[in-house]
Each structure stands twice: as structure tokens, then as C-alpha cells.
């Protein structure tokens, strides 16, 4: 019972983030969202944690929980870092490649499909990310895998916010393509498309939208 509460109060908050409900910076009280929820503190504590963790919220000491607020500076900052080690890593992976491997990535980007198809925000968001992390795991790159598990997070609420359907139904034909490239050991264009992809990522987050509300009750209906 208190897994599934704690689990309905992360989906909640997730959606009302993604949907642009609540604004980067908003305060989640607990006592409000423990009220809203007809839980305990405890439960909703348990809930912000495992946000954090996703970082969607920014915990800070003796302030309480805020909805997470990254710069497009950061997002910015975060994409250059990826090209460069990104554009490297798929001519590794192209003169490396394996039919496993392809296979493995081919399941992953019908996964994406899927969620991009159901409308599924948030699974869409995390498989498309995680595309990116696969390959370095396929590769037995494990520093590599954690390195760019950190950058995406970093840009995740970014990317959770801004990218439209549209833009992630590109992402997830630039990943097939980007397959079809390795499964041929094409080393020039699996790197000239894994740039221009996460160009196309960047130059799709759109930042001109509504501005959301700060209510709580109101976010969460």
C-alpha cells in the first residue's frame, strides 16, 4: 500500500511537471501535498526523494523540496559535451559492431516507438536517453555508460519540458538510422548523424511556452 501511494504521488507530480503544470522553482510543501494525497509526510517525503533522484526536484537543506529549474545555458552546455564524446563513441561502436549489438539496439529504438506512439512523456523521454547510454554499455564501456548517464540527466527536465511529439518521433527515426549506419560499419556517417541528431534534440526545445502556475491543488487536478 505505501509503495503504490508513494508510487501515484511520483506519477502525479511527474505528469503535472511534464505537462507544464508546475513551474521550474515552485515549493512543494509536504504538508500541502500530504493533504492533497490524504497520506503522511512520511510517504510524500519517500515520493520527493525518489524525484530528486530523477532530478525533476532539487532537495535543499532546511528549505524543502522545489521543482527543479535548470538554465538553457546548462542544456547547452550538456548537448557540446555529448557531441564530442558522442560523435567518438559511434565510430567506436560502427568499427566495433556486432549483429548482437544491432539487435540489441534495434529492440531498444522499437521500444521508443512504442512509447512515442502511446504518448507515453516520460518512458518516451527515459528510451530515448537511454539509446544513447546502450551503446556505450554494448561497447563494455562502463565509464563511458556513466558519464553520459550523467550528462542526459542533466538535461532531462529540459528535454521532459520542451521536446513536442513531433520532435521525439524525429529522435526515434534518427536512432534507426543512426542503427542502419553501425549495422553497415559506416564510420563517417554514423558520426555525421549522431551530430546532427543531437543538434536537432537542441534545436527542437522549444522555451516559448505558456507560463505555468505555482498552485499545488491547481497543478495536481
Given at each position: 500500500m505505501?509503495?503504490s501511494?508513494?508510487?501515484h504521488?511520483?506519477?502525479?507530480?511527474t505528469r503535472?511537471?511534464?505537462?507544464h503544470?508546475?513551474h521550474?522553482?515552485?515549493?512543494?510543501?509536504e504538508?500541502?501535498?500530504?493533504?492533497?494525497f490524504?497520506?503522511s509526510?512520511?510517504l510524500?517525503?519517500?515520493a520527493?526523494?525518489?524525484?530528486?533522484q530523477?532530478?525533476?526536484i532539487?532537495l535543499?537543506?532546511?528549505r524543502?523540496?522545489?521543482?527543479a529549474?535548470?538554465s538553457?545555458?546548462?542544456?547547452?552546455?550538456?548537448?557540446a559535451?555529448?557531441r564530442?564524446?558522442e560523435a567518438e563513441m559511434?565510430?567506436?561502436?560502427a568499427?566495433s559492431s556486432?549483429?548482437?549489438?544491432?539487435?540489441a539496439l534495434r529492440?531498444?529504438?522499437a521500444?521508443?516507438?512504442?512509447?512515442?506512439?502511446q504518448?507515453?512523456v516520460?518512458?518516451?523521454?527515459?528510451?530515448?536517453g537511454?539509446f544513447?547510454?546502450?551503446?556505450a554499455?554494448l561497447m563494455g564501456?562502463?565509464v563511458?555508460?556513466e558519464?553520459?548517464r550523467?550528462l542526459?540527466?542533466?538535461?532531462?527536465l529540459?528535454?521532459?519540458?520542451?521536446?513536442?511529439?513531433?520532435?521525439?518521433e524525429h529522435?526515434?527515426d534518427e536512432?534507426?538510422?543512426?542503427v542502419?549506419?553501425?549495422?553497415a560499419k559506416?564510420?563517417?556517417?554514423?558520426?555525421?548523424?549522431?551530430?546532427e541528431?543531437l543538434?536537432?534534440v537542441?534545436?527542437?526545445l522549444t522555451?516559448?511556452?505558456?507560463?505555468p502556475?505555482?498552485?499545488?491543488s491547481?497543478?495536481?487536478?
Amino acid at each position: 500500500m505505501e509503495t503504490s501511494s508513494t508510487h501515484h504521488i511520483v506519477e502525479s507530480l511527474t505528469r503535472a511537471i511534464v505537462e507544464h503544470r508546475l513551474h521550474p522553482g515552485t515549493k512543494l510543501a509536504e504538508q500541502k501535498l500530504a493533504d492533497h494525497f490524504g497520506v503522511s509526510r512520511t510517504l510524500v517525503r519517500q515520493a520527493l526523494f525518489q524525484l530528486s533522484q530523477n532530478r525533476l526536484i532539487k532537495l535543499e537543506p532546511a528549505r524543502g523540496a522545489f521543482v527543479a529549474a535548470p538554465s538553457v545555458e546548462e542544456a547547452k552546455q550538456v548537448f557540446a559535451v555529448r557531441r564530442m564524446l558522442e560523435a567518438e563513441m559511434a565510430r567506436a561502436f560502427a568499427r566495433s559492431s556486432t549483429p548482437a549489438r544491432i539487435r540489441a539496439l534495434r529492440e531498444h529504438v522499437a521500444q521508443e516507438k512504442l512509447a512515442v506512439q502511446q504518448e507515453d512523456v516520460p518512458s518516451r523521454t527515459e528510451l530515448l536517453g537511454d539509446f544513447h547510454v546502450r551503446m556505450a554499455e554494448l561497447m563494455g564501456n562502463q565509464v563511458l555508460a556513466e558519464l553520459l548517464r550523467e550528462l542526459i540527466s542533466r538535461c532531462a527536465l529540459i528535454t521532459l519540458m520542451y521536446q513536442s511529439t513531433h520532435a521525439a518521433e524525429h529522435s526515434n527515426d534518427e536512432h534507426a538510422d543512426i542503427v542502419k549506419a553501425l549495422a553497415a560499419k559506416d564510420e563517417e556517417l554514423a558520426v555525421r548523424l549522431m551530430n546532427e541528431h543531437l543538434l536537432h534534440v537542441e534545436e527542437n526545445l522549444t522555451f516559448d511556452r505558456k507560463l505555468p502556475t505555482n498552485d499545488i491543488s491547481l497543478a495536481l487536478t
